[in-house]
């Protein structure tokens, strides 16, 4: 290909799997607090009690967070949790109104430079996200049944890549 040509958007890479617990969500975070680089941002999309919250909790213990530290937040959108491998940020903004709030939140000093990046609601801000990051979606299935589609679009595609195939063996 000459270098005039436009090179074709890569396509994102993408595992999926059943949940068929809470347990496995836990598995799932093991495996992706493994595989992504420093920098990461993940968008954690899915109706409410999908288990966003929940998967974000898990990951933070898997990066040696206390989990019980992340909540949904009451007030305030966002909150950073320091751990052993660097700043945290989980957002969650379902409340939200407009993409042009975000600035009132405090969302640009708090992004720049995290470690890891979990946003609950990212349909709220979608002009706002990195080209570079993991699209995990969540759909119930049953009380703790969930279906998970994960997407590693950009430069996020490689460590989606290092994700087993399947998942769950
Ligand atoms: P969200 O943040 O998406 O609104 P939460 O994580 O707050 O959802 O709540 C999810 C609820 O579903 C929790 O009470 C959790 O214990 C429950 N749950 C049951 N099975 C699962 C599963 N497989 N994965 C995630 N959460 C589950
Ligand atoms: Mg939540």
């Known amino acids: 290909m000459s270098l005039s040509e436009p090179r074709p958007l890569a396509a994102p890479s993408r595992r999926w799997a059943t949940l068929v617990n809470e347990e496995r969500l836990g598995a799932l975070a093991d495996l992706l607090a493994a595989v992504v680089p420093s920098g990461a941002f993940l968008a954690l999309s899915g109706e409410l009690g999908a288990g966003k919250t929940t998967f974000v909790k898990r990951f ?6 206390d989990p019980a530290e992340v909540v949904s937040p009451t007030f305030g959108l966002i909150h950073e949790h320091a751990g052993p ?9 379902y409340r939200l109104a407009h993409v042009a709030d975000l600035g009132e939140t405090g969302w640009d000093d708090a992004v720049r430079d995290a470690s890891y990046v979990c946003v609950e609601w990212p349909e709220r801000v979608a002009p706002a996200l990195p080209a570079d990051r ?13 279906t998970v589609l994960v997407a590693g679009h950009g430069a996020a595609a490689a460590a989606i890549d290092r994700l087993p195939e399947p998942l769950f063996g």
């Not at 933070?60 to 967070?65: F, K, M, Q, R, T």
């Not at 491998?85 to 903004?93: C, E, F, S, Y």
């Open 134 to 146: 993991i699209e995990i979606e969540l759909r119930c299935d049953g009380p703790e049944s969930r």
């Open 85 to 93: 491998h660097g700043r945290l940020v989980h957002a969650d903004l």
């Open 60 to 65: 933070a213990a898997a990066l040696g967070i």
